[in-house]
């Protein structure tokens, strides 16, 4: 069973930055793929990034590609998702996960999810 906690969700200016963090506990960290997912009042929960167990590939989502970087630090347990140039339709809940099948896009895909973070990004 992995414990996810997500930080570093907070109010910020269009054009601003941000990183959020997802630290786990609990199980194998460097086993499984993380991923970022966020969800809009009133929207479908969205991928954002998702970054294989070494941090050999990451992928994002066409949204947020060249504006935001997920990495991770496996000697840490923690994910990161760097977030910049944000602007007012980045504003969400923001989730981490977990998965035991490498990586993926789909929210099914993922076996363990935290408790998110809010985003607001006031333009």
């Known amino acids: 069973q992995v414990h996810l906690v997500e930080s570093g969700g907070e109010l910020v200016q269009a054009g601003g930055s941000l990183r959020l963090s997802c630290a786990a506990s609990?199980?194998?960290?460097?086993?499984?793929?993380m991923g970022w997912f966020r969800q809009a009042p009133g929207k479908e929960r969205e991928f954002v990034a998702a970054?294989?167990?070494?941090?050999?590939?990451?992928w994002y989502g066409d949204s947020v590609k060249g504006r935001f970087t997920i990495s991770r630090d496996n000697a840490k347990n923690t994910v990161y998702l760097q977030m910049s140039s944000l602007k007012a339709e980045d504003t969400a809940v923001y989730y981490c996960?977990?998965?035991?099948?490498?990586?993926?896009?789909?929210?099914?895909?993922?076996?363990?999810w935290g408790q998110g973070t809010q985003v607001t990004v006031s333009s």
């Open positions: 996960a977990a998965t035991l099948v490498g990586w993926g896009t789909y929210s099914y895909e993922y076996n363990y």
């Open positions: 609990g199980g194998t960290f460097s086993s499984y793929g």
């Open positions: 970054i294989t167990h070494d941090g050999g590939s990451t």
